[in-house]
C-alpha cells in the first residue's frame, strides 16, 4: 500500500527549511523511496485578504522559488547520489498544501521555523499546522541539530494509549533502518511528591508495576515484528510526562510521540504533552500519525 509513496520535505529557503530537507533526504535514502521538495504559495494578494481566488486567476509561482527548488535538489543529489528527487512548487498556502501533500507521502519533514517566522517561537505555524493536522507521520526538525545525529538511539514514550504504541511501532521501525536500539521510556511522578511516608511508599510501588506492565507490553509488541532489535526499557521519573520525554531526547536521534496519550480529548489532534515535547526536545521529533488509506 505504501510502496510507491514519496517522502515529503516542504522547502521554503530558510534555514530550518533546508535542514529538514537533509534529513528528509537521509530518510527517503533509508527507506528506498523518492524524494519530494514541495513549495507551497500564494497569490501575493491573498496574504490575509478575503479574496475569490477566481477573481485573480491562478497563482503563478515565482521564478525565485523555481531556482530555490532546483538549487537544494542539486545540493541534495550530489550528497545523495542515486537518490530520486522531485521539486514541485504548489498554488496554496504552505502549511495546507504540506498536509494535502501527506495524504500521499509516507513521511512529511517540516522544519520547525520557516521564513518571516519569529526567532521568539520555537516552532512556525507551518511546522505546528503540519505537526497536528498531517495525515501520515511528521518528522519535525530545528536549524541547530546539525549535524544530524546517526548513532544515538530512538527514543518512543509509552503510557498505554493507541497513539503511543502506533508511535512505538514507528520508532522500531526507524531503530531497526538505522540499526541503532530502541528506547522506550515511561514517564511517571517525580519521588516524594506525598507528604506521608506510607503514601510514598504505597506511589512509588504503584508506579513501578504500571510502569513495568505498560513497557513490558509495548516491548512484546515491537520484538514481534522486529525480533532482532535492541529494545531497553527505561522507566523515568519527573515533574511531568513531557519534562521526562525531553530529557530523554537529549541522547537520542529521534524521540517518536503519539498525537494523544491518555486522558487526551478527543477534538485535539495534537495534545499539550506532544506540543511541549515538539517545541523543546534537543533532537527531531517524529509525531505518530496514522496513514491515510482512503486513496
Not at 22 to 46: D, S, W
Not at 251 to 276: D, E, N, P, W, Y
Request: aromatic residues 4%.
Amino acid at each position: 500500500m505504501l510502496m510507491n509513496r514519496p517522502v515529503v520535505a516542504g522547502v521554503d529557503g530558510s534555514p530550518s527549511s533546508l535542514v529538514a530537507a537533509e534529513h528528509a533526504a537521509r530518510a527517503a535514502a533509508l527507506r528506498r523511496r523518492p524524494l519530494h521538495l514541495v513549495h507551497g504559495y500564494l497569490h501575493p494578494l491573498g496574504y490575509g485578504v478575503p479574496l475569490n481566488p477566481y477573481d485573480l486567476g491562478l497563482p503563478a509561482p515565482t521564478e525565485e522559488s523555481g531556482k530555490m527548488l532546483e538549487r537544494t535538489a542539486a545540493e541534495l543529489a550530489d550528497r545523495w547520489p542515486g537518490l530520486a528527487i522531485e521539486v514541485r512548487q504548489v498554488a496554496g498556502g504552505p502549511g495546507a498544501s504540506l498536509i494535502e501533500e501527506s495524504r500521499r507521502a509516507e513521511l512529511v519533514v517540516v522544519g520547525s521555523r520557516g521564513l518571516g517566522g519569529f526567532a521568539g517561537l520555537l516552532l512556525g505555524s507551518v511546522g505546528a499546522q503540519v505537526a497536528a493536522h498531517a495525515h501520515c507521520p511528521v518528522l519535525v526538525v530545528r536549524p541547530d541539530e546539525q549535524p544530524i545525529p546517526v548513532d544515538g538511539p530512538v527514543v518512543a514514550g509509552v503510557d498505554g494509549s493507541e497513539s503511543a504504541g502506533l508511535a512505538a511501532g514507528y520508532a522500531a521501525d526507524e531503530a531497526a533502518r538505522r540499526d541503532v536500539p530502541l528506547v522506550l521510556v515511561h514517564v511517571g511522578p517525580p519521588d516524594g511528591d506525598r507528604p506521608v511516608p506510607e503514601e510514598v511508599e504505597e506511589s512509588q510501588a504503584a508506579y513501578q508495576a504500571e510502569a513495568v506492565r505498560l513497557l513490558a507490553k509495548a516491548s512484546a509488541a515491537v520484538r514481534a515484528d522486529h525480533p532482532d532489535l535492541v529494545v531497553r526499557e527505561h522507566p523515568v521519573r519527573a515533574a511531568g510526562a513531557a519534562q521526562g520525554l525531553i530529557e530523554a531526547s537529549g541522547a537520542a536521534s529521534m524521540l517518536a510521540i503519539g498525537t494523544r496519550g491518555r486522558g487526551g480529548f478527543t477534538g485535539l489532534l495534537l495534545g499539550s504533552v506532544s506540543q511541549t515535547v515538539v517545541q523543546h526536545a534537543h533532537c527531531p521529533v517524529l509525531v505518530a500519525h496514522p496513514y491515510d488509506r482512503a486513496d
